[in-house]
C-alpha cells in the first residue's frame, strides 16, 4: 500500500510488540495490591541502576521533578546560578525556577547542539552552583570538558538525560562525570511508560536518602524528617518501564539504522543541513532533527510535509530565553550572543523517528524532503 502518512509516535505499534510482557507486570501489580512505593518499583529501581551502572536509581513523579529534586538535594536555591542553554525543552530552566535559583545561559555547540564547554567559565561567578548540561536529541554533551569546569570551580553537574537514555561518549559513561543523570519516562522519551515518570540515577549516597526523602514527604520510612513533597514513580508505570527496558538497546539500534538511512537518502539535499552526530559517540536519536540553511524557509519546509501526512515538529522553535514571560519573575543572565541556539531554534525541523517506523514510511519521508529541497532551486 502506498504511503501517504507518517506519524511522529509510535507508541500503539510499541505497545502491540510486546504487549504480553507489559500486560503481566501490569497484571501482576494489580493483583499485588499494592500501587505506590510497592515491590515493583523496588525491583524496577534495582534493575535500572543495573543496567544503568549506578549504585542508585531512584523513581520520582517525572523529569522536571528529577531534576529539580536533585538541585534541591544539593542545597541550590534562591541566591545561587546555575548554567545551562536555552534551546533546549523549557523543563531544564523551569527546574533551576522552581528551586528559586537564577538560570545562567551560554550557547550551544554549533554542531552538536549540546551545551559549548568552552564558554562556561565566562559564565562562572562566586554564585554559580551547578552546570546542567543537556544531551539533546540523544546527543551526549561534551563531559570529560565539562566536568574539568566543574572541577576547577568546585561546581556540581546534573546530567538532564530526558532525551538520551541509552546513550554514551567515546570515552565515558553517562554518570561517569556527574553528580547525578535525571531522566524522564514520559512516553514521548525513548524509554517510556503510559504516564509520567521520572528517574534519578548517582551513586552519591547522601543525594540517594535526600532526593528519596524529598520526594515522599520528608519520610524516609515513618516519621518526617523534614518538609517534602509528593514525586513517586507509581508502581504500575516501573512495571510498563521494566518491560520495555529490557529493550532498550534494540529499540536504540533501530533508531540508529533509521538516522542511517535519512542520512543517506537526504545526502546531498542543497537547502538543509543534517544532524550532526560526533564521531565515536552513541547518539540515540530521540529526536532526528534537520536545519533549513536559510531560517525563513523553515515554516514552508514544515508545511509542505504537513501537507503531505508528516507529522513533522520543530524542537524547540522559541529558545526559552524569548519565550513569553520567561523568567518568571526572576532573574536570569544571558552570557554572550547565543547566537548558535537563535539559529537552532529559527531553523529546526524534526522528521518522524521512532524504532517501529516501517521501511516504506522512512523512504516517503526522505522523498517528500528531497522533494521540496528540489524545488527551491
Ligand atoms: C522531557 C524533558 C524534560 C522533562 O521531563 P518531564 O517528564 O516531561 O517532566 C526535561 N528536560 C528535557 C531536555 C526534556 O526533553
Given at each position: 500500500m502506498a504511503v501517504s502518512q507518517v506519524g511522529f509516535y509510535g507508541h500503539v505499534r510499541q505497545y502491540f510488540n510486546i504487549k504480553e510482557e507489559i500486560d503481566a507486570n501490569i497484571e501482576s501489580v494489580l493483583l499485588s495490591g499494592k500501587y505506590v512505593r510497592g515491590p515493583m518499583l523496588a525491583a524496577f529501581e534495582e534493575q535500572a541502576a543495573e543496567y544503568f551502572g549506578s549504585k542508585y536509581a531512584i523513581g520520582v513523579g517525572n523529569g522536571t521533578d528529577a531534576i529539580w529534586l536533585t538541585l534541591m538535594a544539593l542545597?541550590?536555591?534562591?541566591g545561587d546560578e546555575v548554567i545551562t542553554h536555552p534551546n533546549t525543552f523549557f523543563a531544564t530552566a523551569e527546574a533551576i525556577w522552581i528551586v528559586g535559583a537564577t538560570a545562567v545561559f551560554v550557547d550551544c555547540d554549533p554542531?552538536?547542539?549540546?551545551?559549548?564547554?568552552?564558554?562556561?567559565e565566562a559564565a562562572v561567578t562566586d554564585k554559580t552552583k551547578a552546570i546542567i548540561p543537556v544531551h539533546l536529541y540523544g546527543q551526549c554533551a561534551d563531559m570529560p570538558a565539562i566536568a574539568k569546569v566543574a572541577e576547577r570551580h568546585g561546581l556540581a553537574v546534573i546530567e538532564d538525560n530526558a532525551q538520551g537514555i541509552d546513550g554514551a561518549g567515546d570515552t565515558f559513561k553517562q554518570g561517569e562525570f556527574s553528580d547525578a543523570v535525571c531522566t524522564s519516562y514520559i512516553i514521548q522519551k525513548n524509554l517510556g511508560c503510559f504516564g509520567d515518570g521520572g528517574m534519578v540515577f548517582t551513586d552519591r549516597e547522601d543525594l540517594n536518602e535526600t532526593i528519596r526523602k524529598l520526594g515522599n514527604h520528608g519520610s524516609a520510612a515513618r516519621d518526617h524528617h523534614s518538609p517534602g513533597f509528593n514525586s513517586r514513580l507509581d508502581d504500575i508505570q516501573a512495571g510498563v518501564l521494566s518491560a520495555k527496558m529490557k529493550h532498550i538497546t534494540a529499540w536504540t539500534d533501530q533508531r540508529i539504522a533509521i538516522a542511517r538511512l535519512y542520512d543517506a537518502g537526504l545526502a546531498g539535499c542543497r537547502h538543509i543541513d543534517l544532524p550532526y552526530a560526533k564521531p565515536g559517540y552513541r547518539h540515540v536519536y530521540h529526536l532526528y532533527v534537520v536545519e533549513t540553511k536559510?531560517?525563513?524557509k523553515r515554516d514552508a519546509l514544515l508545511s509542505f510535509l504537513k501537507e503531505n501526512g508528516i507529522d513533522a515538529k520543530t524542537?524547540?522553535?522559541?529558545a526559552i530565553h524569548r519565550q513569553e514571560g520567561f523568567p518568571w519573575g526572576k532573574s536570569y543572565r544571558i552570557v554572550g550572543e547565543v547566537a548558535n541556539a537563535e539559529k537552532n531554534a529559527a531553523s529546526c525541523v524534526s522528521l518522524p523517528m521512532f524504532p517501529e517506523l516501517l521501511p516504506e514510511e522512512i523512504q516517503y519521508v526522505i522523498d517528500k524532503v528531497r522533494e521540496w529541497d528540489a524545488a527551491q532551486g
Open positions: 542545597g541550590i536555591g534562591e554542531k552538536t547542539k549540546c551545551i559549548d564547554p568552552n564558554l562556561i536559510n531560517p525563513a524542537h524547540y522553535s522559541i
